[in-house]
């Protein structure tokens, strides 16, 4: 069964801890990314990887980190840096190429408090 | 920097009949991708469909078709014999072919469309 995995589906955390979004796919991708998404907004781009041990920034970066050690996994760290972090976070994967489609998990909705 | 503009924050439609969704975008490229993805109550994000800017043919799957109108920037969803199940968020997206290049691989997404469908 294929498909792209996110876990947990709900997290909550105290301000100032950093917490861990876990991002799994089993269709043998190549490139991996991370949205954030925001009431009555579409998705931004915070992290993308084309291939292991290879990330860049997208437009949100700032206060996130990623690392890409398997081909298969893609978490992303929600640091303490990170203003306004409550929000739903959606993983996507794709194949290599300009017009691949991305298919997203169904996505982690963490809260700050 | 490209921009996709969604102008109906919502729009609502009596079942078995047909919608058309909006979407504008700005771009200086001449080859790039579109894309129609729905994000129903449970939040995941499925494909509807998918338009390459070089094809002047209009993409089509089953009961959802699109009016691309690449001069005019345009490239609307049309939802014909719209079902219960279709409610939910619409969102438009862009994504350029330049994929080589450093952000190019991000898909540039407009605000969204919520369709609610009348029974």
């Known amino acids: 069964d294929g498909g792209i995995t996110q876990s947990p589906k709900y997290l909550f955390r105290k301000e100032g801890q950093n917490v861990t979004l876990s991002c799994e796919q089993n269709?043998?991708?190549?490139?991996m990314y991370w949205y954030r998404q925001d009431p009555g907004q579409g998705l931004r781009l915070i992290y993308y990887?084309?291939?292991?041990?290879?990330?860049q920034k997208g437009d949100i970066a700032e206060g996130y980190s990623v690392s890409r050690e398997k081909k298969e996994s893609f978490p992303l760290t929600v640091t303490s840096a990170q203003k306004n972090p409550t929000a739903f976070y959606l993983c996507?994967?794709?194949?290599?190429?300009?017009?691949?489609?991305?298919?997203f998990g169904p996505g982690t909705r963490l809260t700050v408090t | 920097a490209q921009t996709v503009t969604q102008s109906q924050p919502e729009m609502s439609v009596q079942e078995a009949e047909t919608v058309t969704l909006s979407c504008t975008y700005d771009?200086?490229?001449?080859?790039?991708?579109l894309f129609w993805y729905k994000q129903p109550p449970s939040r995941q994000m499925i494909l509807v469909i998918r338009?390459?800017?070089?094809?002047?043919q209009n993409a089509t799957e089953n009961r959802f078709s699109v009016n691309f109108q690449k001069a005019a920037k345009s490239f609307s969803l049309k939802i014909s014999d719209s079902q219960l199940g279709d409610a939910a968020m619409y969102f438009c997206?862009?994504?350029?072919?330049?994929?080589?290049?450093?952000?190019?691989?991000?898909?540039?997404f407009g605000q969204g469309t919520r369709l609610t469908i009348n029974p």
């Open positions: 996507a994967s794709s194949m290599e190429g300009g017009g691949a489609v991305q298919y």
């Open positions: 269709l043998n991708h190549d490139a």
């Open positions: 990887s084309q291939i292991v041990n290879d990330f």
């Open positions: 771009t200086s490229e001449s080859d790039y991708y």
């Open positions: 338009q390459e800017a070089y094809k002047q």
């Open positions: 997206a862009y994504r350029s072919s330049l994929h080589i290049i450093q952000g190019a691989q991000k898909l540039v």
